[in-house]
Nanobody
Framework: QVQLVESGGGSVQAGGSLRLSCAAP????????MAWFRQAPGKEREFVAA????????DYADSVKGRFTISRLNDKNTSYLLMISLKPEDTAVYYC???????????????????WGQGTQVTVSS
């Protein structure tokens, strides 16, 4: 059973930065598209960013464009989400998910993912 492991969450002040990591030990990571989602208290889960299995294409939610950057290192079975200029409205539990060679458009819908992580809390104070 594959388990994705997120790390890097924490508490920062508005304007600060964090880098989340998603490790996928035991997975043929280079064959999986990867995405980040988040869920704030009382709200539905929402798409944040996605990257193709090859890393040649990315997509972002409008709310994070220009502030968040998704990347991956296939030789380390790890994906990253660099978040800068954080805002209080970015406060949420962040989840990574992977799906075997799915398109960016499909990843953004967040359905039929093969594996999910357990989530990491990000808290941004004003």
């Amino acid at each position: 059973q594959v388990q994705l492991v997120e790390s890097g969450g924490g508490s920062v002040q508005a304007g600060g930065s964090l880098r989340l990591s998603c490790a996928a030990p035991g997975l043929t990571f280079s064959s999986y598209a990867m995405a980040w989602f988040r869920q704030a208290p009382g709200k539905e889960r929402e798409f944040v960013a996605a990257i193709t299995w090859s890393g040649d294409s990315t997509d972002y939610a409008d709310s994070v464009k220009g502030r968040f950057t998704i990347s991956r290192l296939n030789d380390k079975n790890t994906s990253y989400l660099l978040m800068i200029s954080l805002k209080p409205e970015d406060t949420a539990v962040y989840y990574c998910a992977v799906a075997w060679r799915k398109s960016i458009a499909t990843m953004a819908k967040g359905v039929a993912m093969d594996y999910w992580g357990q989530g990491t809390q990000v808290t941004v104070s004003s």
